[in-house]
Each structure stands twice: as C-alpha cells, then as structure tokens.
C-alpha cells in the first residue's frame, strides 16, 4: 500500500509548528488508510459475493446429481426384483469372461449360490464339448461391444 503525503504550508506559531504538522500528517494518513480500508473491503465484499454464486452454482448441479443418483437407484432396485424373482439365470461378466453379477436363480437351477460363483470364469461352468463355441460366441460379442 502506497501512501502519498500531501504539502502543508508551515505555519508561524509562537510554539514549534512540528506538533501541528504531525498532526495534520496523522490525519492525513488516517484518511488514506480510511479510504484504502473501504477499498479493502469492497474488494473483499466482491470476492465474496462471485464465491457465493458459485457456491449457489455448485449447489445446483449437486441436486441435479443427488436426482440422477436417486432414479439410478430406482431403476437398479425394480431390476433387481425382476432378476431376483425370476426363474431364468442371468449373469453379467468381465471383457475377460469372470463373473461379476449372478442372479438368486443360479441356487435354484445350478446348486450355487451367487457369491460362490463371482469372480470365477465362466467358461468353468461349460461343458467341455460346448467350450470352443463358447469361447468363439464371448469373442464376437467382445469385438461388437
């Protein structure tokens, strides 16, 4: 901060004039200040108010994701009671042929239960004459993904 001080004329006073001067160059000085402290705080008051409407923007565009969240999990929660009430296996797997979804049904028709079988291949679960046309139908479904 930069402070300019302003001339005075020098009086002719019966006493040193030193006092009086300081005092008109205090005065002087705490006008300055004065002034420079409502720039501060203009500024400040600037900053603060662009950081608020950002904050209002930010709010915003939470909400719109808490939505999107909610009817994500909406819709997930109706075909998980689909894939969990029906009879037919469903099962979704990795690009390297591992299961990481099984559907209750697999209990039913296989004997496993679905935690039992993630994470395994499910080429394992094949029979070894269906193996080849198994592998060759996950390839062509990998290469049209």
């Known amino acids: 901060m930069e402070v300019m001080l302003q001339h005075y004329p020098v009086f002719a006073y019966p006493y040193p004039n030193c006092i009086f001067l300081s005092a008109i160059k205090r005065i002087s000085l705490e006008v300055l200040i004065m002034n420079d402290k409502a720039e501060i705080k203009r500024q400040i008051m600037d900053q ?27 819709r997930e929660k109706d075909l998980r009671m689909i894939t969990d009430n029906m009879r037919d296996m469903i099962a979704m797997v990795d690009k390297s042929g591992f299961f990481i979804y099984l559907s209750p049904s697999y209990k039913t028709i296989l004997g496993y239960e679905p935690h039992e079988l993630l994470g395994k291949s499910c080429f394992n679960l094949s029979h070894p004459d269906d193996m080849e046309r198994l592998a060759q139908t996950f390839s062509r479904a990998m290469v049209t993904e």
């Open 48 to 74: 603060l108010y662009a950081m608020q409407q950002k904050i209002d923007e930010l709010n915003i565009i939470i909400a719109e994701q808490n939505r999107e969240i909610d009817s994500f999990r909406e």
